[in-house]
């Protein structure tokens, strides 16, 4: 068995996980209920903490330990511009967001909530949309044309 096999899983997981605790974490806060929602944006962080870490590792590990590249997406046709549309938007949404995830965190566990709302509003449907996309890419990617 592949090592490395199941880092892809886990990923996708992890992502999956960051977007249910989103999803709820607005639920919580368009009912006012703010322990909740507190609660579930911190999961949420540290969920995409973990998932940060784990990719790292799993890339850090294909390259330098194997001298392998990344896993090619061997999907052909229409499928393939709509894979690395996905996966380019993915990739940069989520280098981008990274920062602005930290700070709006760090304005609502630090009491600045108005200006925690200003930016929440702006940085919660770009974190929503990596989290879903990277579920989205791995199911392209290791389910419905499988790479190597």
């Not at 605790?21 to 609660?39: D, S």
């Not at 229409?78 to 990739?91: A, N």
Request: positive net charge; glycine residues 8%; contains cysteine.
């Amino acid at each position: 068995m592949d090592p490395l096999a199941v880092f892809p899983h886990i990923n996708a997981l992890l992502n999956a996980g960051s977007g249910f605790f989103l999803l709820l974490g607005f639920y919580f806060i368009r009912t006012k209920q703010i322990t909740r929602h507190k609660a579930c944006m911190v999961i949420a962080s540290s969920i995409s903490a973990v998932f940060l870490l784990s990719y790292l590792t799993h890339h850090a590990i294909r390259t330098y330990y194997f001298g392998l590249g990344p896993t090619k997406f061997i999907g052909e046709g229409i499928v393939r511009p709509i894979y690395f549309t996905i996966l380019t938007s993915h990739t940069i949404l989520a280098t981008l967001v990274a920062p602005f995830v930290i700070l709006t965190l760090w304005r609502g566990l630090s009491g600045k909530f108005e200006k925690h709302r200003k930016i929440a509003r702006l940085v919660f449907p770009v974190w929503l949309y990596v989290s879903v996309t990277g579920v989205v890419v791995y199911l392209l990617l290791y389910h419905f044309y499988p790479g190597r």
